[in-house]
């Protein structure tokens, strides 16, 4: 009778074994960094609202969230900027 038992419990350990090497194999969720992408983001010294839109749509994660652009630069922060 413990024959039977020992040769069950060490196919269950296989299969456990190979289950979970398999799960870890499988490399669940995402494979990018978020951090990365934002830290890309680049805008020239005088960019237009398209460019502004798009850094802002970079800086959105996940997408679901609202697109994250800044208030634009007034004429006094632009002359306060350059001059």
């Known amino acids: 009778m413990p024959?039977?038992?020992v040769k069950l419990g060490l196919v269950a350990a296989a299969?456990?074994?190979f289950y979970n090497r398999y799960r870890k194999s499988r490399g669940i969720g995402s494979q990018t960094n978020a951090s990365d992408a934002v830290?890309?983001?680049e805008l020239g010294a005088n960019p237009s609202s398209e460019e502004m839109l798009d850094a802002g749509v970079q800086e959105t994660f996940p997408a679901s969230d609202p697109v994250a652009v800044e208030a634009g630069e007034t004429a006094y922060e632009k002359k306060k900027r350059l001059g």
């Open 39 to 41: 830290d890309d983001i």
């Open 3 to 5: 024959l039977p038992l």
């Open 15 to 17: 299969g456990y074994y």
